[in-house]
C-alpha cells in the first residue's frame, strides 16, 4: 500500500486550520497548562510558612537571641511578639492569633553548656497537622544552626553531640521542603495525559459523528494517511504545552532543572506518543465526542491518584501499586522528578522508558485493532 | 469493461450481527443511465451503495463497478467514483474553498488551483469562497458537496438520498445538472424517497428490508407490478375509502386530494367491487393506467408485509 506524503499533508494542514478555527479547543491548549500550574502551584501546599508565632523568653542569652533571629530569617515563623504565661500563649493559639509558641525555659543556654538536656517547648496549632509538620521540622534546624553560630570557635567543642534538638530531618533535593518543587514537575505529565488523551480521542472520533469520515474513506485516502495527518498535530500542541509549563515553572515557581536535557527529551517524547495511542484508542472505541471525553475522564483519574502525582507511590497498597505501574503518568512522573530535581541522566530513567516502550505496544495494538474494525 | 455496464453485482449480502441490511442483491447499471434507488427508509439502499463504492466489503456477492472487482480493488474505484453521502460531510468549520481544495488534494489531482477556481465559477460562490461551509443554507450545501464530489470528473456518482431537507427550486436545478451530467456519459445511482426524482430515472429499482423487489425502465415499472386501477370520485369521500378498504379485491387505497384511487392486482375481484359500487350511483368509478405512484404505494405495502412473514 502506497502512502501519499501529499495526502498526509493535506490531513495535517485540514487539521491545523480547524485547530485554529476553534477557539475553545486553542484556549485549552494554552490556558490549561497556565491555569492548573497556577492552581497546583501555588494552591495545593502542604508546607505553610510565615505562620504567627509568640515567643516566651525566660533566657536573654546570645543562644536564644541567634535562634530567634533564625526563626525569622526560615520564613517560616512569623515572630508576633512575646508573651509571659501559659494561659496567654494558649488563648492565643485558641483564638488563631498565633499558630506556635515557643517557650525558651530558664536557664537554657547554661543548661545546655553543662549538658543538662534543657527542654524547648513548642506548643503548636495542630488542627492542621501538614501545616506546621513543615515549620516544626525546620525549628529543631534552626536550633542547631544557632547552637553552631554560638558556639563556634574556642567553644565549639562544648557543642553538645548529639544535639539536643536534633530531628533527623533530612530534605535531600528540596531543601526547603516546598510542596510546589515537587508538584510542579508532576504536573507536566498530568497536563500532558489529560489534553493530549483528550484532544485525540476527540479529534478522530469528531470526524465520524460529524459524518465527515465518510466522505474521507470515500476518497483514496489510505487510513494511515488520515491517522498520522490527524495525529501528528497534536504532537506539537504537547510541545507547546511544555514549553509553556517549563517556562512557567522554571520562572514563576523557581523549580529546578538540574539533569540532563536529552534524558528529558527522550522521556516526554516518549509520554507524548503514549498518550497519542491511548487518545487513539479511546476514538476507535467511542461512538461520540461525549463518550470520548468520558472515556478520557476515565483515564485521567488513575493518572492523578495511582502515579505518584498527589500521594507518595511508596506508601500506596501493593494492589494499587500493581495498577500504578500500568499507568503511563506514573513512569513519566519518575522521569520527569529524576530528571529535574535529582540530576539524572538518561541511565537513571531508562527502567522507567522501557516501561513506557511496553505500554506503547500495548496501547498501539488494540488501537489498531479496533481502528481496522471500526472502518469496515 | 464487461459490455457497457458500469455496475454490475450480483448476490451483494451485507449483515451487521444478526440482521441482514442487505440480501443477495443484484445490479447491472448501463453506462450513462440514471438508475433510481428507491425504497423505505432503514432498507438498505445506504449499505448497497457503500458496497458498490468500496466503503464496505460484502459479505457475500461479487461483481464489478466500473470493471474493477468491487472486493479487491476499492480504492481503484474510489479513485473514479463521485459519492455525495446523504448528510452533508464536508467540514463546516472549513471555507468553501479551503474544503474543495482539501478534496482536490485528496484525489491528488493536477492544476488543483484551476480546477477549485472553476468549480467556485461554476457554484457561482467565487465571492464567498472565504465563507465556512457551516455557515450555508440546505440547498447551497448540496450543491458544494456535488461539486466536490465532481472534482475529480468521475465516471460514475453515487448520489444516496442528495435532495433531502433541499427546497423545490433547489431540487428542479439539482435534476437539471444531474441529467446534464448523464447527458455527458457520466453513469448515475441516486437513491430517492421522492416520487417526482423517480420519475426522472432512466431505470428503477425497488428495495425494501434489503431485498430487491423490482427492477426495470421506469415507463414498464407500473406493469410489472400489474395493477389495476380505478380512479374514484364523488360525495363523502373519506366514508367511502373507509368501507372499500374492508373489500375483497381492493388491496389498496391512496387518495388524492378529493380522488380515490383503487388499485388490486386481481382485475376480477376489482371488477367486481366497481360494478356494484357502480350500482349505488353515488361516485364516478372510471378505470385508469396505473402510474408510477400507485406502484410505489403498492410495493411499499407490500414489503411490510414481506417484512412481517420475514420477522415471525
Known amino acids: ?376 | 469493461m464487461t459490455g457497457d455496464r458500469v455496475i454490475d453485482v450480483r448476490g451483494l449480502t451485507k449483515r451487521f450481527g444478526e440482521k441482514t441490511v442487505v440480501d443477495h442483491f443484484d445490479i447491472a447499471v448501463p453506462r450513462g443511465a440514471i438508475y433510481g434507488f428507491l425504497g423505505p427508509n432503514g432498507s438498505g439502499k445506504t449499505t448497497t451503495i457503500r458496497m458498490i463504492c468500496g466503503l464496505l466489503i460484502p459479505d457475500e456477492g461479487e461483481g464489478t463497478c466500473l470493471g474493477l472487482d468491487v472486493r479487491r480493488e476499492a480504492t481503484r474505484i474510489k479513485e473514479r467514483v463521485g459519492y455525495m453521502t446523504q448528510k452533508f460531510s464536508y467540514y463546516e468549520d472549513l471555507s468553501i474553498r479551503e474544503n474543495l481544495d482539501f478534496v482536490a488534494r485528496m484525489y491528488r489531482l493536477d492544476r488543483r488551483r484551476q480546477r477549485v477556481d472553476a468549480a467556485l465559477a461554476d457554484l457561482g460562490l467565487t465571492d464567498r469562497q472565504n465563507q465556512l461551509a457551516g455557515s450555508l443554507s440546505g440547498g447551497w450545501k448540496q450543491r458544494l458537496a456535488l461539486a466536490a464530489c465532481l472534482l475529480h470528473e468521475p465516471d460514475l456518482l453515487l448520489l444516496d438520498e442528495p435532495t433531502a431537507g433541499v427546497d423545490p427550486k433547489a431540487r428542479r436545478d439539482f435534476w437539471d445538472e444531474i441529467r446534464r451530467l448523464a447527458a455527458s456519459g457520466v453513469t448515475v445511482l441516486v437513491s430517492t424517497h421522492y416520487m417526482d426524482e423517480a420519475i426522472q430515472c432512466d431505470f428503477i429499482t425497488y428495495i425494501a428490508y434489503g431485498k430487491k423487489l423490482i427492477d426495470g425502465p421506469s415507463a414498464q415499472i407500473p406493469a410489472m407490478v400489474g395493477l389495476v386501477t380505478y380512479r374514484v370520485s364523488g360525495p363523502d369521500i373519506t366514508a367511502l375509502e373507509a368501507a372499500l378498504r374492508q373489500e375483497n379485491g381492493v388491496e389498496q387505497v391512496a387518495r388524492f386530494g378529493t380522488v380515490l384511487h383503487v388499485s388490486g392486482t386481481d382485475r376480477a375481484g376489482l371488477e367486481g367491487v366497481a360494478a356494484r359500487y357502480k350500482e349505488h350511483g353515488t361516485h364516478e368509478w372510471v378505470e385508469k393506467t396505473s402510474e408510477l405512484e400507485e406502484a410505489f404505494i403498492y410495493l411499499m405495502a407490500g414489503a411490510r408485509d414481506n417484512f412481517s412473514r420475514y420477522a415471525a
Open chain 1, 1 to 376: 500500500m502506497s502512502i501519499s506524503p501529499a495526502r498526509f499533508f493535506a490531513v495535517l494542514a485540514k487539521e491545523f486550520i480547524q485547530m485554529r478555527r476553534d477557539h475553545v479547543t486553542f484556549a485549552m491548549m494554552i490556558g490549561l497548562p497556565i491555569m492548573q500550574l497556577l492552581l497546583f502551584g501555588f494552591i495545593i501546599n502542604s508546607d505553610a510558612r510565615h505562620l504567627p508565632t509568640l515567643i516566651e523568653m525566660n533566657d536573654h542569652g546570645p543562644l536564644v537571641r541567634a535562634v530567634v533571629s533564625g526563626m525569622e530569617i526560615s520564613d517560616y515563623f512569623d515572630i508576633q511578639g512575646t508573651v509571659s504565661g501559659v494561659d496567654a500563649g494558649e488563648s492565643a493559639l485558641r483564638d488563631g492569633t498565633a499558630a506556635f509558641v515557643v517557650v525558651f525555659p530558664r536557664n537554657f543556654e547554661r543548661d545546655i553548656l553543662r549538658g543538662l538536656r534543657p527542654t524547648l517547648l513548642v506548643t503548636a496549632d495542630a488542627s492542621d497537622p501538614s501545616a506546621v509538620g513543615g515549620a516544626v521540622g525546620a525549628l529543631s534546624g534552626i536550633v542547631s544552626v544557632a547552637m553552631d553560630q554560638t558556639f563556634g570557635g574556642p567553644l565549639g567543642q562544648l557543642a553538645p553531640s548529639p544535639p539536643p534538638f536534633e530531628v533527623a530531618v533530612h530534605k535531600l533535593h528540596n531543601p526547603e521542603g516546598r510542596t510546589s518543587t515537587n508538584i510542579v514537575p508532576g504536573l507536566l505529565a498530568i497536563i500532558l495525559s489529560m489534553t493530549m488523551v483528550m484532544m485525540t480521542a476527540v479529534a478522530i472520533v469528531k470526524e465520524t459523528e460529524r459524518g465527515t469520515m465518510e466522505m474521507l474513506i470515500a476518497t483514496p485516502v489510505r487510513p494511515l494517511e488520515v491517522m498520522l495527518g490527524k495525529i501528528v498535530p497534536y504532537v506539537f500542541v504537547g510541545y507547546v504545552q511544555t514549553a509553556v509549563f517549563l517556562l512557567a515553572g522554571l520562572t514563576v515557581f523557581a523549580v529546578p532543572f538540574e539533569g540532563s536535557w536529552w534524558a528529558f527529551f527522550l522521556g516526554f517524547n516518549l509520554y507524548i506518543v503514549v498518550n497519542l495511542a491511548l487518545g487513539f484508542l479511546i476514538s476507535a472505541a467511542a461512538r461520540s465526542q461525549m463518550q470520548a471525553m468520558q472515556l478520557s475522564m476515565f483515564t485521567i483519574l488513575p493518572s492523578v491518584l495511582l502515579s505518584g502525582f498527589l500521594f507518595p507511590f511508596a506508601a500506596m497498597p501493593g494492589w494499587a501499586q500493581i495498577i500504578g505501574n500500568g499507568v503511563p503518568a506514573t513512569h513519566f512522573l519518575r522521569v520527569v522528578r529524576t530528571v529535574m530535581l535529582k540530576g539524572g541522566e538518561v541511565g537513571d530513567i531508562a527502567g522507567d522508558l522501557w516501561a513506557l516502550v511496553a505500554i506503547l505496544l500495548v496501547i498501539s495494538s488494540v488501537a489498531m485493532l479496533r481502528y481496522r474494525q471500526t472502518l469496515d
